[in-house]
């Protein structure tokens, strides 16, 4: 049965309460707070070893917490495994792919929306039988203009296709916030650019919370961002106001 429980959007879909991870001596996230409401859009950006993959590996239960708690919805999951935060609203995307290459686009989806249903696949149906997961794949696919590609296996996509495509496995379970993980990594400035067309396009309601190191992404798909500095928040605010701070340009940016 599925755990997740919305509200009025009184609540924060996701909170962070001082935060932190620390391994052996070392101090890789420190204190970090944040409230990320339905519909947001926010960014953490930060220099290599700032503590971002760390963050959000503590965010979806791969790593758990020296001290601090996460919140969805006021409840503390700070203890849940990964599947029980997936169940509750949670999805996330990696750095590297996760698809299956020598699978088609459609049947990618389909697997991911039948591998969180209550009811998995039985190997001696045809996958054509689940008409309802074929009529979401379809409209998934739809939404993001992939239905022309859906009978295309994914090696043959452009890599910037697959991080697309891997949005809308991310996408399959309906959750109420994604987390990015560098989702223009490996990317041209061609792709890059469709990425962030792809990324306004999502649901409005849906929060994402992205980590990337395009700030050109940064900036045309968030409209709060923190910046992440040996582990600890520097700095919070507008895209605005992060784009114009002189001790972000100092530290992270590497100018002044």
Do not use: C
């Not at 599925?2 to 962070?16: C, D, H, I, Q, Y």
């Not at 993001?144 to 910037?160: C, I, M, N, P, Q």
């Amino acid at each position: 049965m599925s755990e997740k429980s919305r509200t009025n959007g009184a609540e924060p879909v996701l909170e962070l309460r001082g935060l932190s991870k620390t391994f052996g001596g070392l101090r890789a996230v420190h204190g970090v707070s944040l409230r990320i409401m339905s519909g947001d859009r926010k960014a953490i950006i930060g220099p290599n070893g700032a503590g971002k993959t760390t963050l959000f590996n503590l965010i979806s239960g791969i790593f758990p917490a020296s001290s601090g708690q996460v919140l969805m919805y006021g409840r503390d999951i700070t203890s849940w495994p990964s599947h029980r935060r997936t169940a509750l609203g949670m999805a996330r995307t990696f750095q590297v792919t996760s698809l299956f290459p020598g699978l088609t686009v459609l049947d990618n989806v389909l697997l991911a929306i039948k591998g969180r249903a209550a009811s998995k696949f039985v190997m001696w149906r045809p996958l054509s039988s689940y008409r309802d997961a074929y009529d979401k794949a379809h409209g998934l696919l739809e939404r993001a203009a992939f239905l022309d590609r859906k009978d295309t296996e994914v090696r043959y996509l452009s890599h910037g296709e697959q991080r697309q495509l891997e949005i809308v496995v991310g996408i399959a379970s309906d959750p109420d916030i994604l987390l990015l993980d560098e989702p223009a990594a490996g990317l041209s400035s061609g792709e890059s650019a469709e990425m962030a067309r792809f990324l306004q396009k999502l649901d409005p309601k849906m929060a994402l919370l992205l980590i990337e190191h395009d700030m050109d992404i940064v900036f045309d798909v968030a409209s709060d961002i923190s910046v992440l500095h040996f582990g600890e928040v520097l700095e919070s605010g507008s895209a605005e106001r992060i784009r114009s701070s002189a001790k972000v340009q100092e530290i992270y940016l590497g100018t002044g």
